[in-house]
């Protein structure tokens, strides 16, 4: 069975501060990808990264980077120097060669003050 | 890069009535199309998964005779709430890929809001 673990319900920062967003997933698969994903109150889901199983280097992409530990089946995300327009819920998904499914972690609500 | 559109954004309808989704893939080829449910403050359940003139697979405890998918072409699919009632009140994405297995992208559409008064 695939599951993904968002166990960072709520997370509230100061602007500036760094911010990680946890994300730990179970899967039985051998190749599989992990995505992240944004949702602002609008409620449209935008599309921050995707990483599959067999490339475990880490990403920076401007203020955002994520730490791709298969040890750990963690896949951790962070914000460095928080804004305002970073306040959303995020999401980490997973699918696997075996299903069809993206199947999302319950995610987290971070809500960045000025 | 990969469009999803969907519509409406928004509705209202009557309890008992029925209400249709649009899910359209503007610049690719959806095989596969999948439609998700989102209630407050919620992540995003599955409903179902459609391929291109196939039935809808459904998941479990997701009513088929309640939640009509359509998916009969490769750039549209539509889901039909049918005798909507309130608990059906929901936000409701699709989600197209252009083909079968991992390697391809999952682009959503912007989300359905609907109310049932």
């Known amino acids: 069975a695939q599951k993904v673990t968002q166990a960072q319900t709520e997370i509230s920062v100061v602007e500036k501060e760094d911010v990680t967003l946890d994300c730990v997933y179970e899967?039985?698969?051998?190749?599989?990808?992990l995505f992240w994903y944004k949702q602002p109150p609008s409620g449209e889901l935008v599309f921050l990264i995707r990483?599959?199983?067999?490339?475990?280097q880490n990403e920076i992409s401007g203020r955002y980077s994520w730490n791709f530990q298969k040890s750990t089946s963690s896949f951790n995300f962070t914000i460095t120097a928080s804004q305002v327009v970073d306040s959303a819920v995020y999401f980490c998904?997973?699918?696997?060669?075996?299903?069809?499914?993206?199947?999302f972690g319950t995610g987290t609500r971070l809500q960045v003050f000025p | 890069g990969a469009v999803v559109s969907q519509h409406p954004s928004w509705v209202i309808c009557k309890s008992g009535t029925s209400v249709k989704i649009e899910c359209r893939s503007l610049?690719?080829?959806?095989?596969?199309m999948f439609w998700y449910r989102q209630f407050p403050k919620q992540s995003l359940m599955l409903m179902a998964t459609?391929?291109?003139?196939?039935?809808?697979?459904?998941e479990q405890g997701v009513e088929k005779d309640k939640f009509l998918i359509n998916h009969a072409s490769l750039t549209l699919s539509t889901l039909t709430v049918t005798s909507a009632h309130p608990e059906d009140s929901s936000f409701y994405i699709c989600?197209?890929?252009?083909?079968?297995?991992?390697?391809?992208?999952?682009?959503f559409g912007s989300g359905t809001r609907l109310t049932v008064v």
């Open positions: 989600s197209a890929r252009a083909g079968a297995g991992v390697g391809y992208g999952y682009t």
């Open positions: 459609s391929n291109e003139g196939s039935k809808a697979t459904y």
């Open positions: 990483r599959n199983s067999f490339d475990e």
């Open positions: 998904a997973l699918s696997g060669e075996n299903t069809d499914k993206l199947i």
């Open positions: 610049d690719f080829q959806a095989t596969t």
């Open positions: 899967t039985r698969d051998t190749t599989y990808y």
